[in-house]
């Protein structure tokens, strides 16, 4: 449930700029393909889509600039995203509940 539901937001609020197959966006939005970067950074993963991302961010190498914009979803479909991200585009990275996003919303920065 997680999984298809994180599937269907992803591609109503994120796939136009980090693609169908989390390609990322030219300079400005990066690739979701990077599992490296996604599991080091995973507990500010709901920060960037509850709050947006507006400072530069180096992924794979690359400098990325553009800004992300925040987005008001629940606990639940935050969860529902980054289950759906971590574990598509060569992820696979398990379960994430909302009570996780909840912790990790508690701790942005």
Not at 5 to 17: E, K, V
Not at 51 to 65: A, C, I, L, Q, R
Request: proline share 3%; aromatic share 10%.
């Amino acid at each position: 449930m997680y999984y298809t539901n994180g599937r269907d937001l992803y591609i109503a609020h994120c796939q136009n700029c980090h693609g169908a197959k989390g390609e990322g966006l030219a300079k400005l939005a990066p690739p979701l393909t990077d599992t490296t970067f996604l599991r080091a950074n995973k507990k500010k993963i709901a920060c960037w889509i509850k709050n947006g991302v507006s400072e530069p961010m180096v992924v794979g190498g690359e400098k990325y600039e553009g800004k992300m914009l925040d987005h008001n979803f629940a606990n639940i479909d935050i969860a529902q995203i980054i289950v759906y991200v971590t574990n598509t585009f060569g992820n696979k990275h398990g379960n994430y509940t909302q009570n996780q996003v909840a912790a990790d919303l508690a701790d942005c920065k």
